[in-house]
């Protein structure tokens, strides 16, 4: 039996020993485990009609790449977001990054895995969450993209890998930067670490804005040996906003 299947089994039973309770609304989850109720995850809002590159959200009927990654491919090869940075979505995140709440995390997580294979993305070989500069680790007490990623490999199967890659400095706040002070920002401030990177990555963040960070992220991967780097967030940015990474 796979392990994603023992994975499930033990999910149901759990959700029959410890009813799920939302972690929003503090009603009765989703069974058989999910901590979020049907009606608080109808309030999210979903990222239906997006770019394939970056996950931008576009137009219904338009082109499938949006006008930036039209004139300049990314590094990245391709971007999944199944969900917009909106409320209530954006409380949950910073209700998870900034105030501890891991229980939301595991949520988010499981939430993403289900969006992949809803979406039937192309799995990769391992996951790779986006690494955290020390300092703000240690303040932080954890690496939200980890917290994400551990989910999001049980679902499905997928090893998670925090070797491949490490932050070489710290960089300033990427919320406070436009999109081409990022860039500039994070130059060289990651490093491959392991010898030989896999050939299909899958990184794994909260939230993608520019795509400043995942696109360095990507460079140095690729140098490194990786043939596909794919990027999987739990939410999209609105152009409209500023934020985050």
């Known amino acids: 039996m796979r392990y994603a299947e023992v994975h499930n089994w033990l999910r149901i039973v759990q959700g029959w020993l410890l009813p799920p309770r939302c972690v929003q609304c503090g009603g009765t989850g989703r069974p058989p485990a999910l901590d979020l109720c049907r009606y608080c995850e109808e309030d999210l809002v979903a990222n239906l009609t997006a770019c394939r590159g970056c996950a931008t959200p576009l137009p219904v009927g338009g082109d499938e ?24 979505m954006d409380r949950l995140i910073q209700r998870f990054k900034y105030q501890g709440e891991l229980a939301v995390g595991r949520v988010l997580g499981e939430l993403l895995a289900s969006a992949v294979a809803a ?69 060289g401030a990651f490093v491959a670490v392991a010898s030989e990177a896999a050939q299909r990555i899958a990184l794994v963040d909260d939230v993608l804005t520019t795509g400043s960070t995942c696109e360095e992220l990507a460079r140095v991967l690729k140098r490194a040996g990786a043939e596909r780097v794919d990027v999987w967030v739990v939410a999209r940015a609105s152009p409209r906003r500023r934020g985050f990474h």
């Open 65 to 88: 790449r949006c006008g930036g990654c039209l004139r300049s491919a990314r590094t990245f090869d391709a971007a999944f977001a199944p969900y917009l940075y909106e409320y209530p």
């Open 119 to 187: 979406r039937g993305c192309e799995l990769p070989q391992v996951l790779v969450p986006v690494p955290l500069a020390r300092a703000k680790q240690r303040m932080r007490g954890f690496n939200q993209a980890l917290e994400l990623a551990r989910p999001l490999g049980r679902a499905l199967s997928l090893p998670v890998r925090m070797d491949l890659c490490a932050r070489s400095r710290a960089t300033a706040d990427q919320a406070t930067l436009g999109a081409r002070a990022r860039r500039r920002n994070l130059r």
